[in-house]
């Protein structure tokens, strides 16, 4: 059987709201409010056209969001 992390691509993997927030270290509402104010931040896409559809975000963009954080304290 094959190792599941051979073939799974953070370019087409979707993970949630609190899955991103999660990832860059930041409680769900620093999230959003990060999401509002900063550029570089990964805005989402919503799953469908309601105003409750849930909203998210492609975990390679995640990854270079955390790359960018982790540059701006470093300098």
């Known amino acids: ?17 609190k899955e991103a927030a999660r990832i860059i270290g930041r409680s769900p509402t620093e999230f959003d409010r990060l999401r509002k104010t900063d550029s570089d931040c990964p805005k989402g896409f919503k799953t469908g056209d309601s105003r409750g559809a849930p909203v998210l975000f492609r975990l390679s963009e995640v990854y270079r969001y955390s790359e960018v954080l982790m540059e701006r304290a470093q300098a």
């Open 1 to 17: 059987m094959q190792d599941i992390n051979q073939w799974l691509d953070p370019k087409y993997v979707q993970i949630s709201r």
